[in-house]
């Protein structure tokens, strides 16, 4: 089947009781069993619930993974990720990668005895020269939240199997409609479904994709134990939003390409991240592993104080956290997603306070550019 059918169809059938076409909202913490060890496969909301279960079976066919675990929020279910490690394993972290990430990894996970070594995924060098044989885990972010940096996905993969560790992509940024990183050698993908998958900025969650049976199986055992559950409603909300995703991350490509286009001719501008522009470092590797550069596009406007002033002037794009919603926001990274990394890494990495970043939307373009155009002036 194509993306689109799938997307539409995938994992989901009408209810057999009414014929309702649409997957119901499964409102409900938990299910009548008709004697001692007699249920109907569902005994607790915790540990299945029929609204997830068609989530989770949608997101893994466009993944074309075998399994999708759901979890309450992006964030959840890279933690769950690690609680699949132990003390003294070591991981491998894309150097810039979401400041959450960066976060759980540094000021919660480290107490647990995890080690991170955070490196530049787009030098392989280096990536090779980060492996010990603690290394059990290479974490990658590709394109990087906010400076857009892409990772060669494959020839990582291929270095991390040499050296007995499981790759991770978070794959948020690109949807599997443009990277499929199971399909490129990686174990393990994650999402923040809050994000383009849900598309709608109405709900929070995070979803796992695996092919391997004992990764799943020990994911869902996660799942049931920890509780980071999504609720039903908001399972239903990721499902609906998938249905559209084809739809709209054609236009939101369309409109990044255009406002891309647009900002590189507007005067004053630092620097500007986008995998579209033919001159970004890593160009050719976008075009090779993904079919589209997304819609998130950073510009440095040269400092704090003209930053706050474009933030403040926007009308039609919103200053907020988040990205992948059909409307346009714009968002400070330094302060904002990337607030709890230490200054010297965000100088390290561009991460500067005159950078903002731009969630394009799929308004119509020339209201963005409007905007946009007024806001920088
Ligand atoms: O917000 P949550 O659903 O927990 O997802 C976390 C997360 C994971 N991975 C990436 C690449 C992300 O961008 C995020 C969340 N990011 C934002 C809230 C943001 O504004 O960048």
Redesign the pocket.
């Known amino acids: 089947m194509g993306f689109s059918t799938d997307a539409i169809h995938g994992g989901q059938s009408p209810e057999e009781r009414s014929g309702a076409v649409i997957t119901p909202i499964y409102q409900t913490s938990t299910y009548k069993q008709d004697g001692i060890g007699q249920h109907r496969g569902y005994e607790y909301a915790r540990t299945a619930n029929p609204t997830r279960e068609a989530l989770e079976r949608n997101i893994a066919i466009l993944e074309g993974g075998k399994h999708g675990v759901a979890y309450?929020?992006?964030?959840?279910?890279?933690d769950t990720i690690l609680k699949l490690f132990r003390p003294g394993d070591e991981v491998i972290v894309t150097h810039n990668?979401?400041?959450?990430?960066y976060r759980l990894f540094e000021m919660v996970l480290r107490d647990f005895g995890l080690v991170f070594k955070h490196v530049d995924t787009t030098d392989l060098k280096e990536v090779r020269s980060a492996f010990t044989s603690s290394t059990r885990l290479v974490f990658l972010?590709s394109p990087?939240?906010?400076v857009l940096q892409v990772s060669d996905i494959a020839a990582i993969c291929e270095i991390a199997h040499e050296n007995n560790a499981v790759v991770c992509v978070?794959n948020?940024?690109m949807t599997p409609y443009f990277q499929k990183p199971l399909s490129l050698g990686a174990d393990i993908v994650?999402?923040?479904?809050?994000?383009y998958l849900n598309g709608h900025s109405d709900m929070?969650?995070?979803m796992v994709i695996v092919n391997d049976d004992q990764i799943a199986e020990r994911l869902r055992y996660l799942q049931n134990c920890v509780g980071a559950v999504p609720g039903p409603f908001d399972c239903w909300l990721a499902l609906r939003g998938t249905k559209t995703l084809a739809v709209r991350m054609k236009q939101h490509e369309e409109n990044s390409r255009r406002i891309a286009a647009f900002l590189r001719e507007q005067p004053g501008l630092e620097k500007i991240y986008y995998p579209g522009y033919d001159d970004h470092p890593q160009h050719d590797l976008a075009r090779r592993q993904a079919t589209g550069f997304g819609s998130i596009i950073a510009l440095d406007v040269g400092s704090l104080g003209r930053a706050d002033k474009v933030l403040r002037s926007v009308r039609l794009f919103t200053l907020?956290?988040?990205?992948?919603g059909v409307e346009s926001?714009i968002?400070h990274?330094a302060s904002?997603?990337h607030g709890s990394v230490p200054k010297s890494e965000k100088d390290k990495l561009g991460v500067t306070d005159g950078l903002v970043?731009l969630?394009v939307g799929i308004e119509d373009v020339e209201d963005l550019e409007a905007d946009l155009k007024q806001a920088l002036a």
């Open positions: 309450s929020s992006g964030m959840a279910a890279t990668v979401y400041g959450g990430t972010e990087t939240n906010p978070d948020t940024f994650v999402h923040s479904t809050t994000k929070v969650g995070g907020a956290e988040s990205l992948g926001l968002s990274p904002m997603t970043r969630s």
